[in-house]
């Protein structure tokens, strides 16, 4: 959290400087955007891999993802200093893609699913051509988050059936931002965009707790001590040999899981 205000005297200081470079070309902008991003710098996770079981062997598949990849939709406000040089404020939505995993075992089966959100806020440098027609720009800037995971189970063991919901959230996340786009004007309000995007970041949970566990439909929550039903993270776990109280959430080691992806977003450009 001490970043944050960090973030916020670099944004103040580039608008200040580059304000500075001209008065001559001022002009403020709206736009409006949709996307997908896909996977990037993926990794493991802890225990999540696919799983087969036979009568005399057991293979594990690992399986690497990003909570990043998934549609995103958002807005920006940006103020040209200039027709080459401005800076702007997005603000994006992630709505991640579900990554699933299988444990096959003798009489039965679990599958799994993860998938993850993100509300991101995201302080830019415009550099534009300035060009008539198709105009050619990049965007460099961070990225401050505020994120969410969600876990998912179904266990089928014969005619026995468990799900189950797990949310994680808490804590901000920080990453970086590039962005290279060409827009096109439709008229001198109006212009349309289509823009590559890369974003670099992790997101650390700081808690986790059980939404939904049914056995054969029956609600299980209601039975469950806090200390299962709710997990901290935490940096660093002294072992006394001692087990928690029940009546206390337990702790686990904070795992940072990638939000990265490299994305397409097209959108519309209103200027005020």
């Known amino acids: 959290m001490k970043k944050l205000p960090i973030l916020k005297v670099l944004f103040v200081s580039l608008l200040l400087t580059v304000g500075t470079l001209s008065v001559k070309s001022q002009g403020a902008y709206v736009s409006a955007n949709l996307g997908y991003?896909?996977?990037?710098?993926?990794?493991?996770?802890?225990?999540?891999?696919?799983?087969?079981?036979?009568?005399?062997?057991?293979?594990?598949?690992?399986?690497?993802?990003?909570?990043?990849?998934?549609?995103?939709?958002?807005?920006?406000?940006?103020?040209?200093?200039?027709?080459?040089?401005?800076?702007?404020?997005?603000?994006?939505?992630?709505?991640?893609?579900?990554?699933?995993?299988?444990?096959?075992?003798?009489?039965?089966?679990?599958?799994?699913?993860?998938?993850?959100?993100?509300l991101r806020f995201i302080p830019s440098l415009v550099i534009?051509?300035?060009?008539?027609?198709?105009?050619?720009?990049?965007?460099?800037?961070?990225?401050?988050?505020?994120?969410?995971?969600?876990?998912?189970?179904?266990?089928?063991?014969?005619?026995n059936v468990m799900?189950?919901?797990?949310?994680?959230?808490?804590?901000m996340s920080f990453g970086v931002n590039a962005t290279v786009g060409v827009s096109f004007g439709l008229n001198d309000k109006m212009s349309m965009f289509a823009e590559l995007n890369s974003v670099n970041m992790s997101y650390a949970p700081k808690k986790a707790e059980y939404t939904e566990l049914t056995y054969n439909g029956k609600d299980m929550l209601p039975d469950l001590t806090t200390s299962i039903k709710e997990i901290e993270f935490v940096d660093k776990i002294t072992n006394t040999g001692t087990p928690p109280p029940d009546s206390e959430p337990s702790e686990q080691l904070k795992e940072k899981m990638p939000f990265g992806s490299l994305g397409i977003n097209i959108g519309i450009i209103f200027k005020l």
């Open 163 to 171: 799900k189950g919901k797990l949310k994680y959230n808490g804590g």
């Open 128 to 159: 534009s051509a300035g060009a008539e027609g198709l105009n050619p720009y990049a965007k460099f800037g961070f990225v401050i988050g505020k994120g969410s995971l969600k876990q998912e189970f179904e266990d089928v063991d014969n005619s």
């Open 37 to 118: 991003g896909f996977p990037m710098s993926s990794q493991d996770i802890s225990n999540y891999v696919n799983t087969t079981s036979g009568s005399n062997s057991t293979t594990n598949e690992q399986i690497f993802l990003s909570f990043g990849k998934g549609f995103n939709f958002g807005g920006t406000f940006g103020y040209m200093f200039s027709k080459n040089v401005g800076a702007e404020l997005g603000i994006s939505y992630l709505m991640g893609g579900k990554t699933k995993a299988n444990d096959d075992y003798s009489g039965g089966e679990t599958n799994y699913s993860f998938s993850g959100k993100m």
